[in-house]
């Protein structure tokens, strides 16, 4: 599954790509270099992040669903407990 950009994000994230190669390496970048850069680490780079915060992400879940036992359990047979309250 590709990972998109809507067009706002994009030309946010060249402008980002320009300015950092403006600032930081003292070069200049342009719009079609700094959009080409943003390509070709949303294809070739975007995927690791992508599936590390998926597997973040399940790992979190089951943990929740593990504590879901503890956060939902009821007992039974507890008329008689009740009772002598």
């Known amino acids: 599954m590709p990972i998109e950009l809507s067009k706002v994000e994009r030309a946010q994230a060249v402008a980002s790509i320009e300015r950092y190669f403006e600032q930081e390496l003292e070069q200049r970048l342009g719009n079609i270099g700094a959009g080409a850069l943003l390509g070709f680490f ?8 992508y599936n ?3 597997a973040d ?3 979190r879940w089951l943990q929740r669903v593990q ?15 009740d009772r002598r309250r």
């Open 57 to 59: 992400v399940q790992e």
């Open 42 to 49: 949303l294809q070739e780079i975007a995927p690791l992040v």
């Open 67 to 81: 504590e879901l036992d503890l956060e939902v359990h009821e007992e039974a047979f507890g008329y008689w407990r």
């Open 52 to 54: 590390q915060a998926v």
